[in-house]
């Protein structure tokens, strides 16, 4: 489903992806493991059109998403890893919105919309402002929203920070069941080992934006010898702590966050 | 055509939802009415000029236009910052289409705003040549508005932080109005101020307005619709590639 061979992003002198290559299989739940500033959310971000790679190919479902970037848009969904929904409209007029975007048809859009928000419990809300939701039920909106046009391919760029264990129980149980009964492959990064032990069916560590290792959570923990994955993890990449620089996005948000109340 | 509607909406709603900040939006221009218009009314009369308050009208429109249009484009920084910006770069829909959505909402917002500060000076006692020229007035508050709409979205395009934006206010913002004519006639100037305000595409928009209205011409209609119609296209082609380069 998602064929990506020798990628690599630069920004002036850093690489911050460094030729990667991997594959996702239809219908796999795949996860992404990395330190901050591993490179993972650069490699979402390429996947996803919003950035331009330096080099390497990209195809999913065969398509290449920078020639064929509408169709590629088209068939997946994303859930950022930091909110993107409208908060000055409702819960209905975000979903109203994704709908149209995505050409689909008004009835559908109408069903799918009822239908989502509800398996999110989010239907008694809908006419309330996005800015009135908590952490958690931002999320899983966001999700409703990502899911509205059937997506073939689901990202999920650290779904779950900051949210509380409840939340996050449930909004693997729904990921898993999407998976189950659609066969929507899912493209997720977590910090969160147990999660993706949980979830994916395989993994792959990243860090200094290359694949250190990857394979099933049983693979991995036998390739290092270590008897959790969390140890697996410590073992490829290395207890050294990473500080990411913050840019202006970061401080803006800092007077935006001010600003709300 | 579904997404230019939808974000021409959004804006709409928008606008329309944050009631306080119509109340603010219009009090600068009520400020410089009232401040300005009564204040120096006297000495523009003693100056032979007429009634201060009819001259500077059109002006005080073409103000409320101006930074109600540009700020909306420049609210994409918001759009960025709050992440709403990214939802419409990775949708199935050509990027020229969330532009122009996004630029005609903020142009009928600036046109509504516009319209609204038209009735607060009807009621303070400013009375065009003629009725028939207040529609007529709406040609040139439409041109004003999608100019700098475009404007405001080339421009939120590539700032991407708060200094970025009060470096566009202080030195791009302010200057187009103070040097516009907004608040003076654009004869016997010095020659260099004069010819800086030949630069300013908001001259254009207010000499519109002031010649529709009150029939004060310092150009012509020809010359001002079209330099307004060359500039919209201008901007409006800047505006989309800009925008269509986004990354994030």
């Not at chain 2, 308050?53 to 910052?81: N, Y």
């Not at chain 2, 199935?92 to 500060?117: D, S």
């Amino acid at each position: 489903m998602i064929q990506v061979d020798n990628l690599t992003k630069k920004f002036d002198a850093f690489t911050a992806v460094n030729n990667i290559s991997f594959e996702v299989a239809k219908g796999e739940i795949f996860a992404f493991l990395g330190p901050n500033g591993a490179g993972k959310t650069t490699i979402i971000k390429m996947l996803t059109t919003l950035l331009r790679p330096t080099s390497g190919s990209i195809r999913m479902d065969g398509l290449d998403p920078m020639h064929k970037q509408k169709e590629a848009r088209q068939c997946f969904g994303i859930v950022f890893q930091d909110p993107s929904l409208d908060q000055e409209q409702t819960a209905l007029e975000n979903m109203e919105l994704h709908g149209i975007l995505y050409h689909v048809p008004r009835k559908l859009r109408i069903e799918r919309s009822e239908r989502l928000l509800k398996l999110f419990e989010l239907w008694d809300r809908r006419n309330d402002y996005v800015k009135q939701f908590s952490g958690g039920m931002k999320r899983r909106l966001e999700i409703a929203r990502g899911l509205l046009h059937t997506p073939k391919i689901l990202f999920l760029d650290e779904p779950t920070l900051g949210l509380d264990p409840q939340s996050r129980n449930q909004l693997w149980t729904h990921v898993k069941h999407l998976n189950e009964t659609e066969h929507t492959t899912v493209f997720l990064t977590t910090h969160y080992m147990d999660e993706a032990d949980r979830v994916a069916h395989r993994i792959a560590i990243i860090d200094h934006g290359q694949i250190v290792a990857q394979g099933t959570s049983a693979e991995l923990k036998e390739q290092t010898k270590t008897d959790s994955l969390e140890g697996a993890y410590l073992a490829v990449t290395g207890t050294s702590i990473r500080d990411e620089s913050a840019n202006a996005a970061d401080a803006m948000r800092q007077v935006a966050q001010m600003w709300r109340r | 055509m579904g997404a230019i509607y939808i974000l021409w909406l959004r804006e709409l709603k928008r606008y329309v939802r944050s009631r306080v900040q119509i109340i603010v939006s219009l009090g600068q221009p009520v400020l410089y009415l009232v401040g300005l218009g009564f204040g120096l009314g006297p000495v523009f009369q003693q100056a032979g000029k007429g009634s201060y308050l009819q001259f500077m009208v059109p002006g005080v429109i073409g103000m409320t236009v101006l930074f109600s249009s540009v700020f909306s484009g420049i609210a994409m920084l918001w759009d960025r910052q709050f992440g709403f910006l990214k939802e419409t770069l990775v949708a199935p829909v050509p990027r020229i289409q969330i532009m122009l959505g996004r630029t005609l909402g903020g142009a009928t917002v600036a046109i509504i705003q516009g319209t609204l500060i038209l009735i607060v000076c009807l009621v303070a006692g400013f009375r065009p040549q003629h009725w028939l020229a207040v529609p007529a007035a709406f040609i040139f508050v439409f041109m004003i508005a999608i100019v700098f709409a475009a404007l405001g979205t080339t421009i939120g395009s590539i700032i991407k932080d708060m200094q970025g934006f009060q470096l566009i206010m202080n030195f791009l913002v302010m200057p187009i109005f103070f040097l516009s004519g907004a608040l003076y006639p654009l004869t016997h100037l010095p020659r260099l101020l004069s010819f800086v305000t030949r630069l300013d595409p908001l001259s254009y928009g207010v000499d519109g307005l002031r010649g529709v209205l009150i029939g004060a011409w310092h150009f012509s209609f020809a010359i001002d619709l079209g330099v307004l119609g060359l500039l919209a296209a201008v901007f409006l082609g800047t505006g989309a590639w800009m925008f269509s380069r986004i990354q994030l």
